[in-house]
Structures are given as C-alpha cells and as structure tokens.
C-alpha cells in the first residue's frame, strides 16, 4: 500500500493496524452501522477473541 490508498473489508474481517519506522501515523476506521455488543478485540497471539 502507498500513503493515501483506501483499504476496505467485509464485516466479519479480522484486522490489525501497525505503524511502522519513526513517523507519526495518522490512520481512520470508519464503520457503517455497528453493534458495538457484537464487536470483538481478537488477540493474534492466543487467537482468541473477547468482547471489545
């Protein structure tokens, strides 16, 4: 990806964000209609999911 691209994912997509080297980052999440009970954090490590 180059600065400024747009990614998008289904709804049931897991994701992470990481901010590579020494610059500031900037990044958006913007969501359409959510339920936030139906939200979840997923750990990458355990692969387990908790409520977010």
Same mark, same amino acid.
């Given at each position: 990806?180059? &600065? ?5 994912? !289904? @709804?049931?997509a897991? %994701?992470?964000?990481? @901010?590579? =080297? $020494? $610059? &500031?980052?900037?990044t958006?999440?913007?969501y =359409? $209609? !959510?339920q936030? @009970?139906?939200r979840?954090e997923f750990?990458?490590? !355990? %692969? !387990? @999911?908790?409520?977010?």
């Amino acid at each position: 990806m180059l &600065p400024g691209d747009i990614l998008s994912f !289904t @709804a049931g997509a897991i %994701h992470s964000i990481e @901010a590579l =080297g $020494e $610059e &500031p980052t900037v990044t958006f999440g913007i969501y =359409g $209609e !959510t339920q936030a @009970a139906q939200r979840f954090e997923f750990d990458p490590l !355990t %692969h !387990t @999911a908790k409520n977010f």
